[in-house]
Structure formats: structure tokens, C-alpha cells
């Protein structure tokens, strides 16, 4: 690591956000990317929010355009991307507009004079220019002209002016470092690989991030410099890594602990397709990844996998659920195990493609036709999309059923710093297949059941096991067609109890924050995890009887539960979208459980959640008191 | 990471091989009795698919395939009851999703001999896209597509190879859909091997099952099959006694199209296909040589596709129309892990290291 020389005037901070805007085509997400992993590597807890349009280059300038990424660390334990941001980094007029009521009163702003010209002014609507129109008095405002400082380092370097000038983004990020005392290494390391083939643009960028640091060296443009100490973790070794990553992390592993080849069938779909990208790039773990023509033939393609014994995935989001629907039903009808990634994202139909929702849990649980339970388990964070996804596997290879895995954009294509794991730690994943048979052996039996009602995975290329399987419904023990009434009665309801038995093999439901009993149970699920987790622990801090429990198995659930819930008066579920867990809870427990909801296509800001709650808690002591 | 390259792939091809099949022993005493299940064929009496359950029963043993290594897969219709009637593997899956299924079965599992058993409302409506997705990529599956251009199972609507004016319940003022021509299709979609047999002709059709398993590639077998409850006679012209010898065409690689007992030949006039009198004044050297390998020429044959009695009037083709090996995709997906393991086999406590990691101590 670099030694950075202390400014004159250093300051400590427990935790800064950071929200760098521009337009899409601006290099915003490079720009975080960048400042995240070296945030990461210098000790800081950090989480991040990448926030961008759905349209890849949408007009330049334009509100529309405007892409962001968030960053949010500490010398603290960091559960967020933060609120509000203390320093707003903006290329243009409209990332200003589009941003600024994110940004804390008496806040930075940086701005790159280059986007505040005529043209851009109007393209953002803006009928004066705010840099110069006082409208932003309350904030401390540098302007820098990052284009012309950016083309003075490049001079001489024979880039054209177009190339010059899209290095504008380390430019920034190398003010950045130098406000935040951040040595410059790991970029400059990730810049030369990712410009390996291009060694003269790989040179460019790295000279203008070092120009950006020593122009705030050499200007004093800022007159306080920052120090955010590294946070005080758990021992142990990290890196940072996004949701995404984590989930195709997490199914290499179980395919090499179950020893087990694994096969994604995959159809390119919005925040989905980092996973596909991920898994293709890992041939030598023997990975298949096959990019199907739509959303049907890549469950198919991955049932096919199922049946001759891989470990089967099919990732996507929404609308890929709606269209796999009937494939989910063959699957959990077949009985074979596969894995179904939904990186949920804000529905219903097209919606919001690139923002973030829960909106697909009902869907999971009930989204087929017919008597068609399946295991649903959700992640909380982006490295919890390592351990949820492959619980996923787990249960689906146990039991021979298809998992559901809910993730969602924000923690998808969130990071975090991860200890992670060693294989040796991991799970072992034991899978037997149906042993070949002679022609003496009894009659080979497909769908005769296990202690926990799982059957046998017999594959073809066995032996003696040649079978029949398919959709319609099967008689007990032998697989054979059934239309006997009572047949189909039994097998719905063996089936729903397979499902149930998943209960038996997962821990029980634990207390993430606050006591055992009390008042208020925040009852949350996915990715709320940290907004939920900053907002309780804050409110403990300040005398509040409030607990925090989160939900990793929403079907089935936890068999103690109940029991938890019963041991408050009251249970609160925030969730992003229009009330679907509290239902569940409201019907499963009969409790008045309270709904709390958000579907703006942003998870919920800490402040938002810390109001809601101190609301219920007030007005259940005002109850009180009135008796 | 490298680009794909055929070449390669070709000698892949080659060693992807597997010895499954020689190794089973007792393979010489299987009888077509062997791959009948124990379950009961509950098509109606008369129906054409009994006739291809049998002709394939009949070739299986021929195959030298250990049962076990044999999978039949069936997406939704009367044709796809199929798998349960074959000992052998078999999954009975969904409406038109059987060609996706046996995709991701052979990328999976390459040394089975995958069977995928379709009909034209299953593979030509519902199932139109993981059809033509197949046959591009070329998996080594062998498709028996039943046409029997009615909607069957559903009792009897017309299905996208219905002909036009054809009154069916869904249609009592006659349809008013073009009929697809399947074979034209599957030759746009890249197919690599296509051909067509009927199931009156018992001879032809063993004869064809046979060269669509010897065919390394996804080889499409259009099969003509009555449906006598809801379109009996569709096929007649080609089947019957009195008319088929005047309206079928059969092709036989290397030599001259030629139908009506000899009587009548075919001749290209550059790419317009005559029918000719073989009088004696037209010699067999001038006919139209069927060569498996001409696309263009596969691709006029497919355009044979009116009905007697109409303008355009040329006997229907039956036999192999194009059959071109190629590289198959599961050889290519093989070739392409085969090479990354070869640069070392993956690490999984690298992969979850990642590249940089620091420690707190």
C-alpha cells in the first residue's frame, strides 16, 4: 500500500457516503467500482448501490441518463449505501438535478464545469446555471474544469481528444482519493488489467488518476483533507464481492462439493444476466452454460441436465419467472432437483428493469398452476447470495425438488467486504444416485420415498433403472399414470409434505438485534437486511425496546417462528413492495402483523424505517397510557 | 479465452465417441419385444402412431445401444404418450418444450442416444422456437416429428399443418391459416439432416429411423401419420394403392428422381424443376440426380408441397432430402471445457479468494 503523506488539515471521519453521477456514458460505475475496491482493500466496511437507467446510452445530458453509484464506508460496521450522501460528484447538469436531494445539508458538491455549459443546461431544463445562480448556498461547491485538466496531463500522448477526454472519470476519482487519503495501487493495478491489450489507454487513465491527486495536492482546492480509519472486523481474510458474483460463486462450490457437473441454462435478462456472465467465464470447473433461445428453453434445458444427473440452475428475473412458471410445475412434478435463481426487480410486465423489489415473493410461493409448493429461500445481502444459493442447491439436491432463490437488484449488484469461506468449510453435499440393478432385483421403483419423502435419482446410462417419468400424475411408488381420485388426493398432499419436511434440516430462526421478547419485532426478509439492522441497532442505542429477526427460509419456514413472534406484543414487516410477507405471517400466525411498505424501486432509507418504527412504539405507549 | 474453432471441434467430434455402446454384452439378445414397457398403448384403434411404436421397437435392437443408454423424450399430444410405451429412459414433459429438454439432456450427458418424439401442433405451434433452436445447433437427437396435421388429443382442431378451408370444430366455416411446410422450415433453421417417411410404408420408415441414428447431427424425420378419428385419409393420395405410385416421389441418394413405376422422371431447367415422360425420348442421365448434399436442390425438393389436382403440381418427396455433417454443439461445448481444463483444472478456494483480499488481524 501506498504511505499517503497527511494533509495540513486532516479530519476523521466514522463514515462517509459518496454518490458519483454523470451520464450513462460517463464511466460512473467504473469510477465506484474503482473507489470500492480500493476502499475495501484499505479496511473499511463499505456497501455499495449502483443506481443506472435501463437504457444503455440513453441521451446524453438528459435527466433519463443519469447513472449513479453510491458508496457508503466507515470505520463502523456499514449495513447501507447510506441515506444521503456527504459528497455529491456530478458530471453534468442533470445528475446535479436528478441527485441533489440526496445529498446532506452543508454537503460537497464536485462539479465538472465541462457539463455545466450552454448545451447541457438545456438539455437538463435547467433555465439557469446553479453553479452561478445561488441556489446551491448551503453547500460547499468546487467547481473543476475536469476536461481541459484532464487533456493538459493526456497532452503529447497522441490520443485523439474524444480518448483524452473519457478518462475524465479517474480524474475525479483521483480528487477523490486524495479528499479521502486513499492510496492509489489497487486501481492502478485494475486499470492495467482491464486495459491489458490496450497498454497506451491503460497509461492514460492511470496518468490522469494520478493527475486528479496531485492537482488537489498541489491547489489546496479542498481545504480539509479526510481520514476514515479502517473498521474494526471480524479476524480473518476478505475481499468484496457483488450479489451476483456470490450466486455463481456459490453454485461452482456446490457443484464441486456435491462432484456434481454443473449445467445454468440461461436467457439474457436484466439484473440477472452478471450471473450467466460470471458461470461462462469458469470452463475449467467444467461449467455448461447454455444461453437458451427464451426463458422456457432454458428451465427446459436445465431439466433435461436435472434428469441425466447435473446440477441444474436457471437464473433470471420477473418476467423470466412468469414464462417458467409451467416448466417449475414438470420439474416439481418429476421430482428432480434444480435451482431457480429470481433476481427480483420492479414488476409487474417490463416495470423497472435495472431498480430493486420484492415483489416476486408471491410468485414464488404460488406462481403455478395446481397444488405446486416449492422451497423458497431469500438472500440479505450480497455475500448472503453466496449461503443462500447454495442452501438452494442443498435442499434441491436432498430432496429432489426444484428451489426457489430470491435475490433482487440491490443486493445483486450491491458489494460488500465478504470473509470467505474455505471449501473445507462449506457443507458437504452428499448425493447418491439409484444403484444399477439386475434383472433378478425387484422391480425398479422411481418415485418410492426416503425418511423425508425424497425418491431416488435414477439417471439414464443406469443399469436395470430404465423408467418413465412426466406430467401427468403418477402413482405412488411406481411412477406409472395415474388418474385414480384418491391417488391424486395422496399425492398432492405427499408432495406438500416433502416441502414441509425441508423444516427438519434448517436451523432455527434466530434473533438478529435486540432482545428475545419486547414490544416490536421488525420482521424483514431479503434485502432490507442492513437498512433494518442500522435502523434497530441505532434505536436500541437510544433506549428503544425493538428487536430484529430476518427471514432467510420463507418456505418453509422455521418451525420456532411462531414462537418468536408470540413473544412480542407487536411485529412489524417492512418490505419493498405492496404487503406480501405480512400476509403470510398474518395468516400462518394470526397476528396483526403490520405492513410497512415501500416500492419506489430503492431500498428503504435508514431514516424512513427508524420513523416508522418509533411511530408504532410511540403509539402503542400512547395506547397504553390512555387505559 | 479462445474463440471457438470448428476445426477443433471436428477432431473433437471424432473422440467424443464414447464406448458405451460396445460395451454391454448381452446387446445381441434384445428383441424388439425388449423395448415394449408393461404399460398399456392407449391410442385408438387404427391410429398410425401404432405402427411407429412398432417400426421403432423393431429397429432399436438394431441400434447395438445398451437399453439404459436410450432416452425418448415427449413434449403434449397424442404422439407424445410415446416414452411410455418404450422400455427404455423416457420423460413426458410439456407442450412444445421436448426439443429444450433433450437439448439440455445431450449438452449434459453426450453419450446417450436422445429420441425426441413431436407432433405438429407440439413442435410446429407451441414449440416452434426450441424446434428450429435445435436444429441449428446441430445436438446429436434424432426428432420424429408425427404429422398428422390435426390437433388430436385436444379432439380435433386444425393445427398449423392443417390445409386451408379445412372445417374442424375450431374452424366449422373451414380454416382460414396457411399450412407451414415443416421440412421447408427445418432446412431455413439450418437443419442439418431432414427427411420424410409415412407409417403405412413400414420398410421406409425402419430404413429412415435407421439413417437418422447414424446421422451425427440432429436429424429431423417428418412422419406422415393418420389420424383416424379427426382427419382420417389426410394422406391417402400418398398412401393408397390406386394413387400413391403417381404421387410419391422416392429419394434415393445418387440416383434419378423418379416416380409412377418408372414411368416419370423429373428434369431441372436451371432451377425449375418438369416432370418428364420417361418414353424412351428422355434419357435417366438427364434426370435430376438426387445428391443428399445439395442445399439448394434439398431446398427445391421441400417446395414440392402442393396437392394433387393443383397448379404447381409435383409428387411429394419422401426419403433423406439434405443430410450434411457438421459440428455438433455438444461436441463443441466439450471441446471448449476441455480446452480451459487443460490450462488448468479450476481451484474453488482460488475462485473465492478472488484476485485481492487483505486481512484483519
Not at chain 1, 105 to 128: E, H, P, Q, R, V
Request: aromatic content about 8%; glycine content about 8%.
Amino acid at each position: 500500500m501506498n504511505e499517503v503523506k497527511p494533509a495540513p488539515h486532516l479530519e476523521s471521519r466514522d463514515e462517509v457516503t459518496i454518490l458519483f453521477a454523470g451520464d450513462s456514458g460517463d464511466g460512473m460505475q467504473l469510477t465506484g467500482t474503482q473507489f470500492t475496491e480500493t476502499t475495501a482493500i484499505f479496511g473499511n466496511d463499505i456497501n455499495t448501490f449502483p443506481n443506472y437507467p435501463a437504457e444503455i446510452r440513453a441521451p446524453a445530458g438528459t435527466l433519463a441518463g443519469v447513472s449513479g453509484f453510491q458508496v457508503h464506508f466507515g470505520s463502523k460496521s456499514i449495513y447501507t449505501p447510506g441515506d444521503q450522501c456527504d459528497v455529491l460528484v456530478v458530471m453534468n447538469v442533470a445528475a446535479l438535478k436528478a441527485n441533489l436531494k440526496n445529498l446532506k445539508n452543508g454537503g460537497m458538491i464536485i462539479a465538472s464545469s465541462d457539463g455545466f455549459d450552454a448545451k447541457n443546461l438545456d438539455l437538463a431544463n435547467a433555465k439557469t446555471n446553479p453553479l452561478d445562480d445561488g441556489s446551491l448556498a448551503q453547500y460547499q461547491v468546487h467547481v473543476v474544469d475536469v476536461v481541459r485538466l484532464t487533456k493538459l496531463a493526456l497532452e503529447g500522448s497522441g490520443l485523439s481528444s474524444k480518448d483524452m477526454e473519457r478518462s475524465k472519470n479517474m480524474f475525479v476519482l483521483g480528487m477523490l482519493y486524495w479528499l479521502y487519503s486513499r492510496p492509489m495501487d489497487a486501481t492502478i493495478r485494475g486499470l492495467q488489467e482491464k486495459f491489458k491489450k490496450k497498454p497506451d489507454i491503460a497509461e492514460a487513465n492511470i496518468k490522469v488518476l494520478k493527475a486528479g491527486f496531485n492537482y488537489c495536492d498541489s491547489t489546496e482546492v479542498f481545504g480539509t483533507r479526510y481520514s476514515v480509519q479502517p473498521a474494526k472486523m471480524p479476524p480473518g481474510t476478505y475481499r468484496h464481492v457483488m450479489g451476483n458474483q456470490a450466486t455463481a460463486y456459490a453454485l461452482i462450490a456446490a457443484s464441486q462439493k456435491s462432484g456434481l457437473p454443473l449445467f445454468l441454462g440461461s436467457y439474457p435478462i436484466t439484473p440477472a444476466s452478471d450471473i450467466l456472465h460470471e458461470l461462462a467465464k469458469h470452463k475449467n470447473f467444467g461449467v455448461r452454460t447454455f444461453q437458451a433461445e427464451d426463458e422456457i428453453g432454458a428451465i427446459c434445458a436445465a431439466i433435461g441436465a436435472a434428469y441425466g444427473g447435473h446440477l441444474a440452475a436457471t437464473t433470471t428475473s420477473g418476467p423470466g419467472m412468469d414464462l417458467k412458471a409451467e416448466a417449475m410445475g414438470l420439474a416439481l412434478t418429476l421430482e428432480l432437483p434444480l435451482v431457480i435463481i429470481d433476481v427480483q426487480r420492479g414488476g409487474p410486465s417490463t416495470g423497472l428493469p435495472t431498480k430493486t423489489e420484492q415483489s416476486d415473493l408471491m410468485l414464488a410461493l404460488y406462481g403455478r398452476h395446481g397444488e405446486a409448493p416449492l422451497p423458497v429461500v431469500a438472500a440479505y445481502s450480497p455475500e448472503d447470495c453466496f449461503y443462500a444459493t447454495y442452501e438452494a442447491a442443498r435442499i434441491a439436491l436432498q430432496f429432489m425438488t426444484p428451489v426457489i432463490c430470491l435475490t433482487d437488484g440491490y443486493i445483486a449488484n450491491g458489494t460488500e467486504p465478504w470473509k470467505f469461506p474455505t471449501s473445507a468449510e462449506l457443507p458437504e453435499l452428499t448425493v447418491k444416485f439409484a444403484a444399477p440393478r439386475d434383472k433378478d432385483d425387484a422391480k425398479f421403483l422411481p418415485y418410492k420415498r426416503d425418511d423425508l419423502l425424497s425418491r431416488p435419482w435414477a439417471i439414464p446410462g443406469t443399469k436395470g433403472l430404465e423408467h418413465r417419468v412426466g406430467g401427468i400424475e403418477k402413482q405412488h411408488e411406481t411412477g406409472n399414470i395415474s388418474y385414480d381420485a384418491e391417488n391424486h388426493e395422496f399425492m398432492t398432499k405427499l408432495r406438500a409434505e416433502k416441502v414441509a419436511n425441508v423444516a427438519k434440516t434448517i436451523p432455527l430462526q434466530s434473533i438478529d438485534s435486540g432482545r428475545e421478547k419486547g414490544k416490536l419485532l421488525v420482521l424483514g426478509w431479503g434485502s432490507t437486511y442492513g437498512s433494518i439492522k442500522t435502523a434497530v441497532r441505532e434505536l436500541i442505542s437510544e433506549g428503544y425496546d425493538i428487536s430484529h429477526a430476518h427471514l432467510r427460509y420463507i418456505n418453509p419456514m422455521p418451525s420456532n417462528l411462531g414462537e418468536i413472534i408470540y413473544n412480542f406484543d407487536q411485529v412489524v414487516v417492512p418490505e419493498l413492495n405492496n404487503g406480501q410477507l405480512v400476509r403470510l405471517i398474518r395468516e400462518k400466525f394470526l397476528v396483526p402483523a403490520i405492513p410497512y411498505n415501500k416500492i419506489q424501486g430503492m431500498p428503504f432509507a435508514v431514516s424512513e424505517l427508524k420513523n416508522k418504527f418509533t411511530e408504532i412504539l410511540n403509539a402503542k405507549m400512547s395506547t397504553k397510557e390512555a387505559k | 479465452m479462445a474463440a471457438y474453432s470448428p476445426m477443433a471441434a471436428k477432431k473433437a467430434v471424432a473422440q467424443a465417441e464414447t464406448p458405451l455402446a460396445k460395451a454391454n454384452g448381452d446387446l445381441n439378445v434384445l428383441s424388439p419385444k425388449d423395448f415394449a414397457s408393461d404399460q398399456e398403448v392407449r391410442w385408438c384403434p387404427g391410429c398410425g402412431d401404432y405402427s411407429i411404436l412398432k417400426q421403432v421397437q423393431t429397429v432399436m435392437p438394431e441400434l447395438g445401444i445398451p437399453r439404459e443408454n436410450i432416452v425418448f423424450v415427449s413434449g403434449i399430444g397424442c404422439s407424445s404418450r410415446f416414452p411410455y410405451y418404450m422400455d427404455t429412459f423416457g420423460i413426458h414433459s410439456i407442450h412444445g418444450r421436448a426439443t429444450a429438454i433433450a437439448s439440455g439432456l445431450k449438452m449434459a450427458r453426450p453419450e446417450l442416444s436422445v429420441w425426441v418424439v413431436t407432433g405438429d401442433g407440439d413442435s410446429l405451434s407451441i414449440g416452434t422456437n426450441h424446434f428450429v433452436q435445435l436444429l441449428r445447433r446441430n445436438l446429436d437427437v434424432q426428432v420424429l416429428l408425427f404429422n398428422n396435421e390435426i390437433y388430436g388429443l385436444t379432439k380435433g382442431q386444425f393445427s398449423p399443418t392443417s390445409r386451408e378451408g379445412i372445417v374442424t370444430k375450431s374452424s366449422p366455416y373451414g380454416t382460414i391459416d396457411h399450412p407451414m411446410n415443416p421440412l421447408a422450415l427445418a432446412l431455413g433453421a439450418e437443419g442439418a439432416f431432414i427427411a420424410r417417411t409415412l407409417d403405412r410404408d413400414v420398410k421406409h420408415l425402419r430404413d429412415i429411423l435407421k439413417r437418422a441414428h447414424q446421422f451425427k447431427g440432429t436429424s429431423l424425420v417428418e412422419i406422415y401419420q393418420n389420424c383416424v378419428i379427426f382427419n382420417d385419409g389426410a394422406f391417402f393420395p400418398f398412401t393408397e394403392k390406386e394413387t400413391k405410385s403417381e404421387n410419391d416421389l422416392f429419394l434415393e441418394h445418387g440416383k434419378p428422381l423418379v416416380f409412377a413405376n418408372g414411368k416419370k422422371g423429373i428434369k431441372l431447367y436451371g432451377l425449375r424443376p418438369i416432370v418428364v415422360d420417361l418414353d424412351g425420348q428422355v434419357s435417366l442421365d438427364d434426370l435430376w440426380i438426387h445428391d443428399e448434399r445439395d442445399r439448394t436442390k434439398a431446398s427445391i425438393l421441400t417446395r414440392f408441397f402442393d396437392m394433387p389436382g393443383s397448379e404447381h403440381y409435383m409428387p411429394r418427396p419422401f426419403g433423406v432430402f439434405y443430410a450434411e455433417e457438421r459440428f455438433r454443439y455438444e461436441d463443441a461445448m466439450l471441446d471448449q471445457l476441455n480446452a480451459a481444463k487443460q490450462k488448468g483444472a479450476g481451484d474453488l478456494d482460488a475462485l473465492l479468494r478472488g484476485k485481492e483480499t487483505w486481512t484483519i488481524a
